[in-house]
């Protein structure tokens, strides 16, 4: 035993969760002040995980000074930084002036099982900060603001970005990937059969489908530099799947008896979401279904990850987080007929759907 401490998930994780938390206060002035502070917030996170702090923390805490020594950083600076995120639970000071981890620090750790060190580098990198900072073009004329800051769309330009497209699904990944076996868990699949996933990325949702359910087979579908990073090729799914690459805007694979979109349709636009699910029901036989998993948005007041997610696809990109009648009708235009919406226990939902 080296004393190394142990890797640990946080039971309030948020991505198992689907409402925000924050400290509660009546003072309006302050709630105003906290939303205006976000992006200092944010920094502070990215700066902690450049410096790869919390991977330094993972024997015990720390003194600044201590953590400087080993990242040839500036101690004094370090210590302000990390004083502010502990005020938000993100580490935690001692009585000697030493930094510990908490819950929320362990998912900073890079080898964490549910690590989010590349969603912070994500989230926090120069791309989505411009493109938040022109929300308010973006808001007078309908056009992402990324576009506007990058002279071109966000994938096309990610295409030009081998690095910065590596982390981009790095860190969709670590979003994604604790989800997977919450929405397997939350759906019952049939026994035997064919399931496609659509844009299914580097494979995590259709390994937790197969490894559930030993009776079924599956296609990965994505682009071929994104499939080509599959995490299928585990011992047990030997013989259960193969690798087909392509694009969803052409032809798509038939045969499968269940399809699965999972965060591909609030990419897109609504005409475009409609030619990705057109395309689907082309190779779907009557009453094969194809199971939406996303963000399914709440109405009223009622704080949701997926409306921060919209902010995101405003800024970003042409697509939208969507209510259960913006789906239903998006299906309905394309051939489906909404059958339910599961809830799972995180913020995304799935939107089982009946080709008719």
Same mark, same amino acid.
């Given at each position: 035993? @080296?004393?190394?401490?142990?890797?640990?998930?946080?039971? %309030?994780?948020?991505?198992?969760?689907?409402?925000? %938390?924050?400290?509660?206060?009546?003072?309006?002035?302050? $709630?105003?002040?906290?939303?205006?502070?976000?992006?200092?917030?944010?920094?502070?996170?990215?700066?902690?995980?450049?410096?790869?702090?919390?991977?330094?923390?993972?024997?015990?805490?720390?003194?600044?000074?201590?953590? !400087?020594?080993?990242?040839?950083?500036?101690?004094?600076?370090?210590?302000?930084?990390?004083?502010?995120?502990?005020?938000?639970?993100? &580490? %935690?000071?001692?009585?000697?002036?030493?930094?510990?981890?908490?819950?929320?620090? /362990?998912?900073?750790?890079?080898?964490?099982? $549910?690590?989010?060190?590349?969603?912070?580098?994500?989230?926090? @990198?120069?791309? &989505?900060?411009?493109?938040?900072?022109?929300?308010?073009?973006?808001?007078?004329?309908? $056009?992402?603001? &990324?576009?506007?800051?990058?002279?071109?769309?966000?994938?096309?330009?990610?295409?030009?970005?081998? /690095?910065?497209?590596?982390?981009?699904?790095?860190?969709?990944? %670590?979003?994604?990937?604790?989800?997977?076996?919450?929405?397997?868990?939350?759906? /019952?699949?049939?026994?035997?059969?064919?399931?496609?996933?659509?844009?299914?990325?580097?494979?995590?949702?259709?390994? !937790?489908?197969?490894?559930?359910?030993?009776?079924?087979?599956?296609?990965?579908?994505?682009?071929?530099?994104?499939?080509?990073?599959?995490?299928?090729?585990?011992?047990?799914?030997?013989?259960?799947?193969?690798?087909?690459?392509?694009?969803?805007?052409?032809?798509?694979?038939?045969?499968?008896?269940?399809?699965?979109?999972?965060?591909?349709?609030?990419?897109?636009?609504?005409?475009?979401?409609?030619?990705?699910?057109?395309?689907?029901?082309?190779?779907?036989?009557?009453?094969?279904?194809?199971?939406?998993?996303? !963000?399914?948005?709440?109405?009223? @007041?009622?704080?949701?990850?997926?409306?921060?997610?919209?902010?995101?696809?405003?800024?970003?990109?042409?697509?939208?987080?969507?209510?259960?009648?913006? +789906? !239903?009708?998006?299906?309905?235009?394309?051939? +489906?007929?909404?059958?339910?919406?599961?809830?799972?226990?995180?913020?995304?939902?799935?939107?089982?759907?009946?080709?008719?």
């Amino acid at each position: 035993m @080296n004393g190394r401490r142990p890797l640990t998930t946080s039971p %309030s994780n948020p991505l198992y969760t689907s409402t925000f %938390s924050s400290t509660p206060t009546d003072d309006p002035g302050a $709630v105003l002040i906290d939303l205006m502070l976000g992006h200092i917030f944010s920094g502070a996170l990215r700066t902690a995980v450049e410096l790869g702090v919390a991977d330094c923390l993972a024997d015990g805490p720390l003194t600044p000074e201590d953590i !400087a020594g080993r990242t040839g950083v500036h101690a004094p600076s370090l210590r302000r930084v990390l004083r502010l995120l502990a005020s938000r639970g993100v &580490f %935690s000071e001692d009585e000697k002036g030493a930094f510990g981890l908490t819950p929320a620090a /362990e998912l900073l750790r890079a080898d964490a099982p $549910v690590s989010q060190h590349d969603g912070t580098l994500l989230l926090t @990198n120069e791309l &989505f900060q411009r493109s938040v900072a022109g929300m308010p073009e973006a808001v007078r004329t309908g $056009v992402p603001a &990324f576009e506007a800051a990058y002279g071109m769309p966000l994938f096309d330009y990610l295409a030009t970005q081998p /690095e910065l497209q590596k982390l981009f699904d790095r860190g969709m990944s %670590s979003f994604s990937g604790p989800l997977d076996d919450i929405v397997t868990e939350a759906y /019952e699949f049939p026994a035997e059969g064919t399931v496609i996933d659509v844009g299914g990325g580097r494979g995590g949702l259709l390994r !937790a489908v197969l490894q559930h359910n030993p009776g079924l087979s599956g296609v990965l579908f994505d682009q071929e530099q994104t499939v080509r990073e599959h995490i299928l090729d585990v011992p047990e799914l030997a013989g259960r799947w193969r690798i087909e690459p392509g694009d969803f805007f052409s032809k798509l694979p038939a045969g499968g008896d269940l399809y699965l979109l999972k965060n591909i349709l609030h990419d897109w636009s609504d005409e475009d979401s409609v030619r990705i699910l057109r395309g689907l029901r082309e190779v779907m036989r009557p009453g094969g279904r194809l199971l939406v998993v996303e !963000a399914v948005l709440p109405a009223g @007041n009622e704080p949701h990850y997926g409306k921060a997610a919209d902010i995101i696809m405003l800024s970003t990109l042409w697509g939208k987080e969507r209510t259960e009648a913006e +789906f !239903a009708a998006l299906l309905r235009e394309s051939g +489906f007929g909404v059958v339910r919406v599961v809830p799972t226990a995180s913020w995304q939902s799935i939107v089982e759907a009946e080709a008719v």
